[in-house]
């Protein structure tokens, strides 16, 4: 079965950057999509970033240019980099895996929970003011 596991969470002032990463098994990236999730303490999960496997991005509206997801198909790794981090951000973070062979191509529907059926066990990040 396809195993994900984040990495990276931690503490950062207001203003600062962190760089999150999700190693996956058994799982090739050039098919279907994988997606950053997030979930504040007390609230409902929401999606933040999505990539298709040709590189095709999709970001919540929250995250707009601040964070920039990746990944490393050769390595197997999927990244999350944000910047200019504010205290709404923070959440524990999950990665997950929609393994259907389709493309998004930048639908927000790449953002919604269902489409997912793998997910990693999160890692949180905390923001001071």
């Known amino acids: 079965p396809v195993q994900l596991v984040e990495s990276g969470g931690g503490s950062v002032q207001a203003g600062g950057s962190l760089k999150l990463s999700c190693r996956a098994s058994?799982?090739?990236?050039?098919?279907?999509?994988m997606a950053w999730f997030r979930q504040p303490p007390g609230q409902e999960r929401e999606g933040v970033a999505a990539i298709d496997g040709d590189g095709t991005t999709t970001y919540s509206d929250s995250v707009k240019g601040r964070f920039v997801i990746s990944h490393d198909n050769a390595k197997n790794f999927l990244y999350l980099e944000m910047n200019n981090m504010k205290p709404e951000d923070a959440a524990t973070y999950y990665c997950a895996v929609d393994p259907v062979p389709r493309q998004y191509f930048g639908d927000p529907a790449s953002l919604r929970i269902g489409q997912y059926a793998y997910w990693g066990q999160g890692t949180p990040v905390t923001v001071s003011s």
């Open positions: 058994a799982y090739t990236f050039s098919s279907g999509c």
